[in-house]
């Protein structure tokens, strides 16, 4: 904080814009626990305005755990009693140009089936016309003939609508790779308005098995990240700040599972009910479409 200001605007350099006087306690200590800066006791003056000036640095993307905005406050802000708790003001702080809510949710994680991606993301700012939003996948997923897209949601500002072309591996320098899938998201007229977009993909998965596991060296924090940028419209100048989602394992079909069919005794037996909150028995029947040599989950859902 030592090239704080905190000054009068008639002090030149050390002062600030718009204040009549000095601060009277100076430069403030940061309570790192609490990330704020606290000023020892002081009087103020009611016809006097004071200011602050620091360098800040800009966090990753907004926060979500927190309301996005700063408080000052005057008085003994630890005290249960209002009298000592002077005045306070909220003031909210703009949003950091990053992509955030992103995630991929595939309908299904068979290899080589074809299936609907849903895909969502939160813009910060708004895409201009020649702009668009750029989804990459993992490395080694097909290429589709074309790019089918449906739109779910989108802010109610977007008047629009959304269009889809898809290429491999052109933006290498971004994405890191050249041989993934990029799909570009368009308006079909006019801009992309900033806030929450969700629309469906339809694509197939590869044609080979992938795992998804934790990862410490990638963007999402698994194996499989999907990419996704807000460009300019030159391909290669950001909006806001990329952002990754988490992929999925692409898994070996299932020879067969079924639920079994069952004989009336048997159904019987086991006091299989349609009713509401019965508890009943199932059977289920499966066949493995290759032999497991080492120890597996099982998992019904």
Known sequence: LTSARYGAA??????????????????????TAKTALEWSSASYLSSETYGFACQLKVPDKSPTTSVNAFFVEIGDWTSSDIADRHEALVVAAGTVQALTNVSV?????????????????RLATA??????????????????????????????????????????????????TTDAIEFKIKSSSGTIPKG?????????????????????????GYEQCWSFFSLYGDDTTSLDVKASAAGY???AAMGHAALAPLSEKQRISLKQTRRPSQEMGVVVAMELAEAKTSSSELRVQ
């Open 127 to 176: 895409i201009p016309a020649a702009g668009s939003l750029l989804v990459v996948s993992p490395s080694n997923y097909p290429l589709p003939s074309s790019c089918s897209l449906t739109t779910l949601t989108v802010p109610s500002t977007f008047t629009s609508t959304l269009t889809c072309t898809v290429a491999q591996g052109t933006l290498t320098s971004s994405a890191g």
């Open 196 to 220: 929450y977009y969700q629309f469906q993909i339809a694509t197939k998965n590869p044609t080979s098995t992938k795992t998804n596991a934790v990862s410490g060296t990638t963007t999402c």
């Open 249 to 251: 394992a692409v898994l």
């Open 105 to 121: 949710d595939p309908s299904s994680v068979v290899v080589g089936e074809t299936i609907s991606l849903t895909m969502q993301a």
């Open 10 to 31: 008639s002090a030149g350099s050390s002062g600030v814009t718009g204040a009549t006087a000095s601060l009277p306690s100076g430069l403030p200590t940061l309570n």
